[in-house]
């Protein structure tokens, strides 16, 4: 069961990484600092918040606590302006770190413990933890991207009033509702 638990969970972070890589794709340079409002996370500061965590979290996962001392939380949240590289490059520096721990766990790994701001965490739980921090702010960026892009949006999933034509294709059932 644990084999399952891993193949399924690095399934799930190439997914969320994937994903908010093909939202950021569709949005323009001047979308990736766009805030609603003061108090709003651009796509950008998203970007950086998440490598930031992963930086954290990740290195050295199995020996130091997830919270870093020279992680700088709170600067995350301020737009840098960054460029469009510049931010997807961080970006891959933050996943490589959280894949590398991810794509090399074994089912022994699972129970370890560590820790997360000096709370104690078996590894599963702390990969539960992440996965759910990581789902919440990839739907923020692909719900930013679709917002910014309007009708020129390419969907990352069924498209709305396709769902029966999605399941004809993939052969789950005719459509015909009983």
């Known amino acids: 069961m644990d084999a399952i638990f891993i193949k399924s969970v690095q399934r799930l972070f190439h997914l969320y990484k ?3 890589e ?3 794709d569709q949005a323009g340079d001047e979308a990736l600092h766009q805030q609603a409002d003061e108090e709003s996370n651009s796509i950008a500061i998203i970007i950086q918040h ?3 965590n992963m930086l954290s979290r990740w290195a050295d996962f199995y020996t130091t606590d997830g919270e870093k001392e020279w992680r700088n ?3 995350e949240f301020i737009d840098k302006k960054s460029s469009r ?3 997807l490059d961080f970006w891959e ?3 490589a770190c959280c894949l590398d721990v991810i794509d090399h766990l074994t089912p022994e790994d699972l129970s370890k413990t560590i820790y997360i701001r000096q709370e104690a965490h078996t590894v599963m739980d702390a990969i539960n933890r992440q996965a759910a921090h990581y789902a919440y702010h990839v739907g923020q960026i ?3 991207c679709r917002m910014y892009r309007k009708a020129d949006w390419q969907t990352l999933s069924i498209a709305r009033n396709k769902s029966v034509e999605f399941n ?3 052969g789950n059932f005719t459509g015909e509702h009983k």
């Open 168 to 170: 004809k294709e993939k």
């Open 85 to 87: 590289q510049e931010l």
């Open 73 to 75: 939380r709170d600067g």
């Open 22 to 24: 093909k939202a950021i």
């Open 18 to 20: 994937s994903m908010a």
């Open 93 to 95: 520096k933050g996943w």
């Open 50 to 52: 998440m490598a930031g």
């Open 142 to 144: 692909v719900y930013l």
